[in-house]
């Protein structure tokens, strides 16, 4: 592996890294203000997503690197599946209109977190990869990887949560994020934008709830 090749890789690590961290100290700053609840855990996790999300955005668009998040062209079949999941998001949100704090996890849970790691993944991590490798499926692989191995960061959220065995809860964390990434990959290999995934993500979360 070249040099240039070896500087990406490892400021593609350090970014993910740094965005864990940081969400890490943003909820932790939250908590100093508010009592931490399960509750209230994942609404600091959902803020601090939010802002690490903006940033992202922010630099990517200063530095001009692309985070392809749109398709070139907005057909049909893309007006299609938008309709559907947001009937989807809004039958779900009227089924806990009553429950103030369900409408808010449903939201973090199908909105925020998959914009948040799509746009990481799907198009930040993934175009970068995509300029080393010869071959699509290298890139395809080595994002599901890392998708998978960044579950890990969360370990702070999943500690305070469970009450089981948090090595058994970490290794299916993993696990899951192995297989969503196999499916997202496979998108976004088809489609080429992040889009796509952000949606199937979202319904993902949506029907895993």
């Not at 010869?134 to 500690?159: E, K, Q």
Request: aromatic content about 14%; overall charge positive; charged content about 15%.
């Amino acid at each position: 592996m070249t040099g240039s090749k070896t500087k990406t890789i490892y400021g593609i690590l350090f970014l993910l890294v740094t965005l864990q961290l940081l969400r890490f100290i943003i909820k932790q700053g939250v908590f100093l203000f508010v009592e931490r609840t399960n509750f209230s855990d994942r609404m600091a996790s959902l803020l601090a997503m939010a802002i690490l999300l903006g940033l992202l955005i922010l630099i990517a668009r200063i530095r001009r690197e692309p985070l392809s998040v749109f398709p070139v062209k907005f057909s049909g079949l893309y007006i299609v599946a938008t309709i559907v999941f947001a009937l989807v998001l809004i039958s779900s949100l009227t089924l806990f209109s009553n429950e103030k704090h369900s409408i808010f996890l449903l939201i973090y849970s199908c909105l925020v977190i998959p914009a948040f790691e799509e746009l990481i993944f799907r198009g930040y991590v993934w175009n970068k990869l995509d300029n080393l490798f010869p071959r699509p499926w290298i890139t395809y692989s080595v994002t599901t990887l890392l998708f998978a191995i960044w579950h890990l960061g969360y370990i702070d959220a999943l500690a305070f949560r469970t009450e089981t065995n948090l090595a058994h809860v970490m290794m299916w964390k993993v696990i899951t994020g192995f297989i969503f990434g196999i499916v997202l990959g496979a998108i976004r290999l088809k489609a080429k934008n992040c889009y796509s995934t952000i949606l199937l993500h979202g319904m993902m979360n949506m029907l895993g709830r």
